[in-house]
Structure formats: C-alpha cells, structure tokens
C-alpha cells in the first residue's frame, strides 16, 4: 500500500474516533438526569460488545454446533454469577467434549 494513501487513512480513522469521543462531551454540557437515557447510555458498552463478540464465536470453533454449546454453557454459568475465569473455563470445556464427542461420532 502507498505510505501517502495508509496516512489518509489513518488520519481519517484518528478523526472519526476522536469526534465519537468529544461529540457527546460537547453537547451535553450538564449532567443526564432522564433515567432511561442514563440507562441507554449505560448498556451501549454492553451491547457493542456482544455485537463484536457473538459472530466471532460462532466461527471460533470446528462447527457452530459446538460454538454454540460453548455459548449456552457460558450463558448458563455466568447467570450464577461466577467469575469470567470460571465463565472461560466452563465454554472451553464444553467446547472440547462437544469436539471430542463430533469427532469420534462422525
């Protein structure tokens, strides 16, 4: 790639992620009271996330059949509030039985 074509590119990615930045910080002045704005704000994280999250898990592994018990089982045990270790540790188990069981099934 040419070097002046990869800086344009890279000043206009630097400005993009900037003006998401400072938009909201220049146009709310004051506190947010509204509640469910608040809220609004406060899953937006969350969501992006999953949204970034989810469609490489199921490409993560073998077959989506197994990506997807991978994912329920992670579900499952973080719903009893266990920690991210164990919530990683729980997926990746059941994602290697499911793969162990496929192969040796098929």
């Not at 898990?57 to 073998?62: F, P, R, V």
């Not at 992670?74 to 920690?83: H, T």
Request: one cysteine or more; glycine letters at 2%.
């Amino acid at each position: 790639m040419d070097p002046k074509v990869f800086l344009i590119y890279l000043l206009v990615m630097a400005l993009v992620t900037y003006a998401i930045r400072v938009i909201p910080y220049v146009c709310m002045r004051k506190e947010v009271k509204n509640k469910f704005f608040k809220s609004f704000l406060g899953y937006i994280p969350y969501t992006v996330l999953a949204s970034m999250t989810f469609p490489v898990i199921l490409d993560a592994t073998s077959s989506p059949i197994t990506a997807v018990v991978g994912f329920v089982v992670a579900v499952i045990v973080a719903y009893f509030e266990k920690g991210l270790l164990q919530v990683a540790i729980w997926a990746c188990a059941a994602v290697l039985v499911m793969e162990l069981a496929l192969q040796y099934l098929f």
